[in-house]
Every structure is written in structure tokens, then in C-alpha cells.
């Protein structure tokens, strides 16, 4: 993606370029053990058009630079490496298994005079080592989601079966990959929770009951609202890469008009029957359709030792979606699908009615928004609570952002500093554009602030920080 600097206007014409894909690789060193087999080693590598002889080339060096860096370190073999023009990172999600992800470093192209060639200079601090290390590993929790572990597959069908799932399934994920969008939340990978009251909770939680007594073959639910989550009986770690293949992926694909609380017209009652609004996102489009498919997407979640297979139905009414998860054992039909459609339709789109109300009785009782003098960014580590009012937008593909990119590479770099500390912190920098970042680190829960008073001193803003922490979190953050 091509970005043009603010320096345009002046006249003098600068592109900048933002960090871009240069390949992605899967390899493991025992599977071509001997001089004229290295080729066997690669399992997966993008671009699929290299030359075969660079292909091997690059592998080797990689293998190479983790063998060197494991003589100073043998338990912690190397994450990422640094050059001028690019930066690789290295992960091995499994024994022997490595995925190795280049990224071209940003860079701005100067012209020049004369019709000489134009000066191109590689920005290479401005790449974050902790963010594109947490996206390579999203991209192997993602493929396990949906294809189980690499050693899975190799019991399954050697060789020759992982390396057809990894062709399939990263064909298509790397074009997903926005690496320009990347910023502190995918270090975070956290879930946005909705905000409910305890009577609203409790009649999804008894929504959530009642259907699991009725269809037993249910074995796992999320209920989820906007976008955010208000139940879920997945493990955390299995919800959070489900959460984020929701909320970038398939929810973004079946997007929809907002409609209204009970009071809409659009929500016709007939006596003793509601015509309801679920549809499901996964499995059939449409249950009259003689041809229609009872399919559904397979996971795999964590279970003791191992994983599951379960099938993922996802099933939607208005702005509620609920994910029922089904052992994959078990074959679907027509009459389940009709069944559920019958039981949970009517009653999500009273539950979407009832939560869509609820909340805006709440924004009324607590005002209009005012545009704050400040925008945070909150993740708690113990639940994955992540809270931002800088981002307007987060998906794969788009993140809409409040504030200057410059100011979110501060964010990140106050990030690493807290990750190389346990003990509680808090980080003041005062930016060059009158702007002040302040980063709290407290009993595994982080806070970042940016405000925007020009003339403010360090006491001024400090009291400003306390203040935010009074009001929206409910002094989460014991400050003397």
C-alpha cells in the first residue's frame, strides 16, 4: 500500500511506503537432513513463483541464524533479525516446525534532481518487533483453529497431507495479512467485552441454559453483541483466536443494517408467533432451499491433553450472534438445523431486542458523549479485557486510528518496556507534537493515555491520568 508523506504539499514530492509482506516460509530441518534433499525441508513458501535454488537459499540461512543464535542461548533460539532493508521473524510453534515471516522495513523515496534516480531511505526502527512477532504467531493460531496441530496432519497423511492444509489455508490468510494496519492491539490479541446490566446478563445466561438443555448435542456457546463478547464457555486462549476470526473475518462478511429496539416497526409480532430475524452466517442460507447444505466450518479446540473437532455453527438475529459448537462425531441434518432455527430464532431476536434497549436507556442515563480531552487503550491480561477509544475501527483489514502513527509506535515502545519488568510501572513521554503519553503497568492490567493539552506540566498531567482512572475504571488503579 502506497502512502503519500503530508510533505507533498510543499512541493517536493515524497512517497512513503509502509511495511509490505516479502515472503512467508514453513520449514522443518529434519525432513531434508542431507546434502541435495534441502528442498524436502520447505513445507510452505510465499511467493509460490520463487526460483526453486532461492527458495532453498533462503531457508538455509534462516536455518542457519537460529542454529548460531541457540550456541549463546540453547533454551531461547533467535525471534527476529535486523537489517536495513528488512526484518524477519522466526517462530517454532512446534518441535522442528519453524514459520519464518520477512517484512520489507518502511521506507520514503526522495526524488532527485536531474533526472538522476530518486534516494530511498529504509526507516528501520519504525518496524516493532513485538507486534509482527504476535502476528506471526496469530497466523499458526489461526491455521490451528482450523486444521489442528502440523503433527496432527503428519499422523493423518505424512508429508503430503500438511503440505496441501498449509497451500489451502495460507493461500488465502496471507492475503488477509495488513501488515500496515498492525499496531499494539495485535500484541494484545484482547477481547472487547459488551457492558451489561446483572438482569440483562442473566437472561442470556438462562437464554444459554435453556437451549443447551433442549439440544444436547451442543457442546460449547458464545453469545456475542456488536461485535463484543458477553458469554463464552471456551477455554480463554480457544476464544480469542474465535473472537478474532468473528469479529475480522466472518462478521465483516455478513454485515447488516442496526435495526431498532421492541418499539420497531421493522419487528412484526403475529399472536403466538414471532417472525423472527436468525439466519444462519455458517452452514445452510437458507432452510426452505430442497438443496440446500448442512456443512459447517470445523475447529479445533484445546481439550486435556489434546485438541477437538467440533462443528462451528454460528447463528445471528439482529445484532446478537451465538456460536454453537457441536462434536464433529456427530453428523448434521436438515431436521437439527430446522430445530434450532425453530428454538433459537424467536428467542434471540427478543434477547437482541431487549439488550439493544437496555443499552440505550444506559447511554441516555449517562449522557451525550463528549469528545474527551484524552483516548486510552486498556487490556487486562487475567480475562483479555481490552477497552480502546482510539481505534474507531479494528479489523484484518482496516484500522481506523484517532492518532498519528507516531504516537502509536510510542505506545508500543512503552509496551516493550513493561514486558521486560514484573513489577508495576508507569512511563510519562512528552512528544514532540505537544502531545503527552502516559502508560500505567498494574497487577497484569495496562493503561495508555495520550492527551492533548499543550501547555500542561508533568503534575497537571499525572492528575488528569488519576482522574480518568476514578471515572472509567473504578480506581482499577491503586495510585497514592
Known sequence: MLMISPRMATGVQDKQYTPSLLSFFIYNPKFGPREGEEEKKILFYHPSEVEKNEKIRNVGLCEAIVQFTRTF???????????QKNRQFFYEPEEHFWIVMVVRNPMVEKPNREGKPPTVEYQEEEILDTVYGAVLQQCYSMYKLFNGTFGRAMEAGGVELLTQKLEKFFYRYLQTLHLHSCDLLDVFGGISFFPLDKMTYLKIQSFVNRVEESLRLIKYTAFLYNDQLIWSGLE????????????????PRHSEPELAGRDSPLRPEVAGNLLHYGRFLTGPTNLKDPDAKFRFPRIFVSAGDGCEELHLIVYKAMSAAVCFMISASVELNREFCEQLDGLVGPQLTLLASDICEQYNINRRISGPDKEPQFKFIYFNHMNLAEKSTIHMRKTASVSLTSVHPDLMKILGDINCDFARVDE???IIVKA?????????????????????????NLIEVNEEVKRLCATQFNNIFFLD
Open 236 to 251: 480463554q486462549e480457544d476464544m480469542r483466536i474465535l473472537y478474532k476470526y468473528l469479529t475480522t473475518s466472518l462478521f
Open 73 to 83: 542461548c540453547p533454551s531461547k533460539p533467535a525471534k527476529s533479525l535486523h537489517t
Open 424 to 426: 508495576d510501572e508507569e
Open 432 to 456: 514532540m507534537t505537544d502531545y503527552w503519553v502516559v502508560g500505567k503497568k498494574s497487577d497484569q492490567r495496562e493503561l495508555y493515555v495520550i492527551l492533548n493539552q499543550k501547555n500542561a
